[in-house]
């Protein structure tokens, strides 16, 4: 029997550390958002000041867990667009001369970006943009997403449409560069037409209504519009669709209950402020005219899971730390900013990278390929933010 001595056994196990410590990796993402304004630009929302401490808290999960266990980490580079496409795809080349392993993004835009990604062989992962060009997996082999597409909208349109038989209707939305509702309106179109849902007419306002503050574009729209309607779709803010109601309530075509409307609203419900949705953005008093309106109205909106109140002080309190350092003004009344779904997609994608990334290492793969991350995502299982 051969026994090993003390010093071979200390030299075993400094070799193994040597070794463990040599194929450690640091794996850098690029973190394409939109946070800021460019001078003169008074309407752009910047989505990134109510979600990227989404990221923060993702990686601080993964790095103290599984990765910290197998020697390697994640790093991430915040990569501005200011919700423009040519700057979104500008820094999406630009983090690819930084070497980075993977983007997490785009926000507004993805086409271009994906089409990139694909050519520089990086992961894609889109917490935001949902354009079903990139479904095309021919086209766009690299890029997957967290975000549910924009088909699960349309469908529960067509479903509620078809509950009350309502088979003709006129289709009004927000036609702005600065938000995704384009994007989702043609989804829509497509998808009531295709159902033999007649959208008799297309009418778009194109710069952001806030009730209260300036003209309503819905005074002219409903001119164009109500002889040859009785169901109105509206896809925009939630202070948009009360402008619609208020235009036809002051027109007096709500008062035999002959015209209905039924608004889109993407952005998740407020359970701490439903009062919100009787008022204008900022107003402290409901409009009296509304609560009569709103008898006239139905919303399609998505609804939080019950636990994503802890989330949201969690991805708060990352916000107010470096890199973004976001400040919440409702610290000193111990409350927290409203944050958007997207935070969720945003702290997914990165959970869902990591998932990736570990399996590809495992089996012995590259994992700074792209096509071999995607691969790893497909079919992949994972407990959403969401719930």
């Known amino acids: 029997m051969k026994c090993c001595s003390f010093a071979h056994l200390v030299f075993v ?4 550390c040597v070794l463990h410590k040599a194929t450690s990796e640091v794996f850098t993402l690029g973190y394409l958002t939109g946070s800021q304004r460019k001078a003169g630009d008074l309407e752009y929302i910047r989505p ?18 599984i990765l910290r266990d197998l020697g390697h980490s994640i790093e991430f580079i915040v990569a501005e667009t200011y919700g423009e496409e040519v700057s979104s795809i500008r820094q999406t080349a630009a983090l690819w001369t930084k070497q980075v392993a ?3 993004g785009p926000q507004e835009t993805c086409v271009h970006e994906g089409r990139m990604a694909a050519a520089f062989n990086l992961p894609m992962i889109s917490y935001f943009c949902t354009h079903r060009d990139t479904s095309n997996k021919k086209d766009f082999p690299t890029f997957a997403r967290t975000r549910p597409p924009d088909t699960q909208i349309s469908k529960s349109v067509l479903s509620l449409l078809m509950a009350y038989n309502w088979t003709r209707v006129t289709f009004l939305y927000l036609d702005s560069e600065d938000n995704e509702f384009g994007a989702v309106a043609e989804t829509i179109v497509s998808t009531l037409e295709a159902a033999r849902v007649r959208v008799h007419m297309i009418l778009t306002w194109n710069t952001i209504y806030h009730h209260g503050y300036s003209k309503s574009p819905f005074d002219d729209l409903v001119e164009l519009s109500f002889t040859d309607t009785r169901i109105y ?3 925009g803010h939630y202070y948009e669709h009360l402008g619609l109601l208020l235009s036809l309530e002051k027109r007096g075509l709500l008062d035999q209950g002959e015209y209905f409307v039924v608004g889109i609203d993407i952005e998740q419900y407020d359970t701490s402020d439903p009062g919100k949705y009787l008022k204008g953005l900022l107003q402290d008093e409901k409009d009296e005219r509304a609560e009569k309106a709103f008898r006239s109205y139905m919303a399609i909106i998505p609804s939080a899971p019950v636990a994503f109140n802890d989330f949201a ?13 976001f400040p919440n003004p409702l610290n000193h009344i111990g409350g927290v900013k409203q944050i958007r779904a997207e935070a969720a997609y945003l702290y997914d994608a990165v959970h869902l990278y990591t998932k990736a990334l ?13 096509t071999n991350i995607v691969d790893a995502i497909k079919g992949s299982n994972y407990l959403s933010a969401m719930g």
């Open 13 to 16: 196990t400094i070799n193994l």
């Open 48 to 65: 990134g000041l109510t979600i990227s401490g989404a990221i923060s808290l993702a990686i601080s999960e993964v790095n103290s867990g």
């Open 102 to 104: 993977g983007y997490i």
């Open 233 to 235: 779709l509206i896809l």
């Open 313 to 325: 002080i969690k991805v708060n309190k990352f916000m107010e730390l470096p890199p973004f350092n």
């Open 358 to 370: 570990i399996r590809v290492m495992r089996n012995g793969e590259n994992p700074r390929n792209g």
